[in-house]
């Protein structure tokens, strides 16, 4: 039987929580004939920082180097302080990971401002305008420094023509040809975006059955609302790929199912995209569809497709019903609750 080991980093809020319910799910698979898992949980995060002083023990890193995936929850990096690390960023840097890749598609039975996104943001997660460098000019002025690097534009790219060639083979031929859209602002960020587009372009060439094509960030952003159905892959740089990411889970489902990886030659992680939502910490009621999902992304990157595919459909056939829902989709269910239905539904699949 193939076995994996993943290490958890539940982090923070409710991060132990959903988790802990994909975990159920995982393990419900392996009983039904699928992979079987080994868990390593490890502290990660602003509660970390509390117990520890700092929020990303180099043990934890480790655990993650050794494991075949990671599977994060929400961490509540904006309450750590200067000084006391980086989960996130020490996560991306120690695993050599490159990019984010983060699918928006409408669900059946959930309702959504667009019933035809069907599209992936892969984007640039080391630099840009999160470079980490600033500095004070004076008492008046501050400065953030945007850093683009052909290596990382490159790598990015070839993910996100990679990722359209993979949706163009699983999805029914009716699908739309495999397109990348690369989203700049190259008549202000001349030198960085150029820069961008030029390693874009030169990855294109490689990938004759992909359409390449390019956007100004204002204008795919207003696109994505207007003809959601255009977008199949979109490349972006870090900044501009974090907000047209949340754009895409708003057309589709919301946050509760928006599921993310991170991804680089080695190594990778898979996390929800949702915060650690504080207001319902500890009451069971959070969504665990996000990162059921994410742990779907895991399994596919695992190269589990049918396992992945099981988990996938699994709540998707729950979410059809309209039966079962947490709170943030109109319901009254627990996190358990929706969890045992996703198990029920999978079991019903294998």
Not at 16 to 45: I, N
Not at 155 to 167: H, Q, Y
Not at 169 to 190: E, Q, S
Not at 309 to 325: K, M, N, P
Request: glycine letters at 10%.
């Amino acid at each position: 039987m193939t076995s994996f080991s993943i290490c958890v980093l539940p982090g923070d809020g409710i991060g132990p929580e959903v988790t802990d319910c994909a975990r159920r799910v995982l393990d419900a698979l392996a009983l039904a004939g699928g992979p079987s898992f080994t868990y390593q949980v490890q502290p990660a995060g602003h509660g970390t920082f509390l117990a520890d002083g700092y929020a990303m023990p180099e043990s934890s890193l480790a655990a993650a180097k050794a494991a075949d995936a990671v599977l994060l929850g929400a961490m509540d990096v904006a309450q750590i302080p200067p000084g006391g690390g980086d989960p996130l960023g020490d996560m991306r840097k120690g695993l050599e990971v490159g990019a984010s890749i983060r699918p928006s598609r409408a669900i059946a039975g959930v309702a959504s401002p667009s019933a035809d996104i069907d599209c992936v943001v892969v984007r640039e997660v080391t630099e840009g305008l999160y470079s980490r460098i600033e500095y004070m000019v004076d008492d008046n002025a501050a400065c953030a420094v945007r850093v683009i690097t052909r290596e990382a534009s490159t790598k990015t790219a070839r993910l996100a023509f990679e990722t359209a060639t993979a949706r163009q083979r699983r999805l029914n031929p009716a699908h739309k040809k495999g397109r990348v859209t690369a989203v700049h602002k190259i008549g202000v960020l001349k030198l960085t975006d150029g820069l961008f587009l030029e390693a874009a372009r030169t990855v294109a060439a490689d990938y004759p059955d992909i359409e390449f094509e390019t956007r100004n960030i204002d204008a795919c952003a207003m696109e994505m609302i207007r003809e959601p159905a255009h977008f199949d892959v979109i490349l972006a740089t870090n900044a501009f790929g974090d907000i047209l990411s949340d754009i895409g889970a708003g057309l589709a489902a919301g946050l509760g199912l928006a599921a993310s990886g991170c991804i680089g030659d080695r190594w990778a992680y898979f996390e929800p995209v949702h915060g650690t939502a504080p207001d319902i910490t500890g009451k069971g009621v959070a969504n665990p569809c996000a990162t059921v999902l994410s742990a779907a992304m895991m399994l596919r990157h695992l190269g589990q497709p049918d396992s992945a595919d099981a988990i996938e459909g699994a709540v998707e056939d729950v979410l059809a019903t309209g039966v079962i829902r947490t709170g943030d989709l109109g319901g009254n269910a627990t996190s358990a609750q929706m969890t045992d239905a996703i198990i029920a539904a999978l079991e019903a699949r294998l």
